[in-house]
């Protein structure tokens, strides 16, 4: 019989607002536990019991992520209401096969799957490896960094740091163009030092401040940040009483937009995938835009990205976030380019943007000018959009990353606590958490709005959130691990220190350290998660695959092509 769940307050161990499960429930069982939730939860997901119980779960009963934060739980569970909305789509085109409606997700994978932007090899070698080599840039023809890292003060501007009053922290962030941000606190960009002087340096402008007038300066200036919040203190904000009321997966039919038949899937597609025929046009950036793109090249769709070379990017994250996609270099400042884009979006299905609440606007991209588009050409729209804070409220258009909705959540605080420090010592999630989930549930809601568009007809629209991401896991309904937990789970897997000056990327080394040494064969040759393609780009790659699996071989997602560089086709494709 499944373990009830019961919790208690974390306030003296995690910090306020937090909640410690009282019985240890294993990662497989407990994700169906979430899986059941979340379903629930969710309005316009399926609560036929025939179609929950299609779904499993396995995989190790201990957690294999450093930390008491369920991320992979929650994520395992987000995968598995993804599969079962693929299944619906696949009996609206093919009528109802009970054998094919299963859905089996692997929890282990879904962990690997939260750092699978580092967890990748090329010619035998890890993007570890090649990284701690120095090895990283001979990869790219093209920089996309632009020199956002060049120097340790650039690398650090993005870190958790101790304010004026000592126990409030605040993330800082360099948002890739981190030199007037240091000038804004007193540094100057050009100063030669270390990585850990220039930690101590920024550390000792940034504590002239208090995190409200970092706020204030931050807010003048554009720049991104957040106070580190613990969880209550984050619930009894305004912004995140706004958040709080409304569903994680957040996708509407905007039913007051010109009417616009049903859209059935093609006919007679030899792809068996439950999204062939669906056109994606992608305007993102970094990671969790990307993540909805790819999630659902993986289901079949034609994903075309739109990147512009003008604007910097993190290299890396070209090896796995590309997969399965085609992606093109395209200037919006550029009338010509801009209408080239306009003509992609015309013959799209979805539309995905990822940019500052606003920007797209300015360019004819906005929600109501592709709504007001899709009722022109007769055929609705899926608007996805992913930003930090949500749908609405005081923050809602102000920028973000995922150490943002990190820091806002109470994520990070939580982390910091988790790693021994009572003093409002903040420190990242071990994986790009919020990044990730974020990118996940605008793949599920986009999912949703194709399976509603088949047999209602009209234009959609999908909203997922950085900061709503992060807080779903902070929630007494799913719980944080025990500190016991949380010990045998660094006894078992020995992981290296974690702390605040640490980048995304650093502290994704470490989790890839932990795994290859207590799981070797998951990045062995025969590994049942890794997904292998002999002639990419870059030679020999393998990235990890697409965590869903249903029940036909057939339609289980997967990428047709390997991941390929930012820019990398010619502007004038055409769909396929």
Request: charged share 20%; with cysteine.
């Amino acid at each position: 019989m499944p373990t009830e769940h019961e919790v208690i307050p974390g306030t003296d161990v995690y910090g306020p607002g937090t909640y410690i499960d009282k019985h240890f429930i294993p990662v497989p069982e407990d994700a169906r536990r979430v899986f059941e939730l979340l379903a629930k939860a969710t309005p316009g997901f399926t609560e036929d019991p025939r179609v929950l119980d299609s779904v499993s779960f396995e995989g190790s009963l201990e957690p294999i992520i450093s930390g008491p934060i369920k991320a992979p739980v929650v994520a395992a569970a987000l995968h598995a209401m993804c599969g079962v909305v693929a299944n619906e789509i696949l009996e609206q085109a093919h009528g109802e096969k009970e054998h094919e409606r299963r859905v089996t997700i692997n929890t282990d994978h879904a962990a690997l799957w939260l750092g699978s932007v580092f967890a990748v090899k090329i010619n035998g070698s890890s993007a570890s490896d090649i990284l701690l080599a120095g090895g990283l840039p001979a990869l790219f023809k093209r920089d996309f960094e632009h020199g956002a890292f060049g120097n340790p003060l650039r690398l650090r501007t993005t870190a958790l740091y101790p304010t004026k009053k000592p126990d409030v922290w605040y993330q800082l962030h360099g948002s890739l163009n981190a030199d007037p941000v240091l000038a804004s606190i007193g540094v100057a960009p050009d100063t030669k030092c270390t990585r850990e002087e220039a930690y101590d340096l920024i550390r000792e402008h940034v504590q002239k401040f208090t995190a409200e007038e970092l706020d204030m300066m931050n807010v003048k200036n554009g720049f991104c940040g957040s106070t580190c919040y613990t969880p209550a203190a984050w619930r009894e904000t305004l912004m995140g009483k706004r958040l709080e009321k409304h569903p994680l997966v957040n996708y509407t039919r905007e039913s007051y937009a010109i009417p616009t038949p049903p859209t059935p899937r093609p006919a007679g597609l030899t792809d068996k995938r439950p999204l062939a025929g669906i056109k994606v046009v992608e305007l993102v950036r970094i990671i969790a835009g990307p993540v909805i793109g790819s999630t659902l090249a993986a289901f079949g769709a034609d994903v075309i990205r739109v990147n512009c070379s003008r604007l910097p990017d993190i290299n890396a994250l070209q090896l796995a976030l590309n997969a399965g996609i085609r992606t093109i270099d395209l200037d919006l400042t550029n009338d010509e380019d801009l209408a080239r884009l306009h003509e992609l979006v015309q013959d799209a299905d979805v539309f995905i943007g990822g940019f500052r609440p606003g920007a797209l606007a300015r360019k004819g991209l906005s929600l109501h000018n592709m709504l007001e588009m899709a009722g022109k050409r007769g055929k609705g729209i899926v608007y996805v959009e992913e930003n930090c804070y949500g749908p609405d409220g005081p923050f809602y258009d102000r920028p973000g990353w995922q150490q943002i909705g990190d820091a806002a959540s109470g994520s990070s605080y939580v982390t910091g606590r988790a790693l021994g420090h009572t003093d409002g010592t903040c420190v990242l999630p071990p994986l790009p958490i919020s990044d990730m989930v974020t990118g996940l549930i605008g793949a599920l809601g986009a999912l949703m709005a194709i399976r509603d568009r088949a047999t209602l007809g009209g234009s959609y629209h999908v909203l997922s959130s950085l900061v709503a991401a992060d807080t779903i896991s902070l929630t007494p309904e799913v719980g944080l691990y025990s500190p016991e937990v949380v010990k045998k789970n660094a006894d078992t897997f020995q992981w290296d220190p974690m702390g605040p000056a640490q980048f995304v990327i650093e502290l994704l080394l470490v989790m890839m350290k932990g795994w290859q040494a207590v799981y070797p064969e998951y990045f062995a040759e025969n590994s049942p998660f890794m997904a292998k393609f002999e002639d990419s780009h870059w030679g020999a790659m393998e990235v990890v695959k697409p965590v869903v699996r249903l029940g036909d071989e057939a339609a289980t997602p997967h990428w047709v092509s390997p991941p390929v560089p930012h820019c990398y086709h010619d502007r004038n494709i055409s769909w396929l």
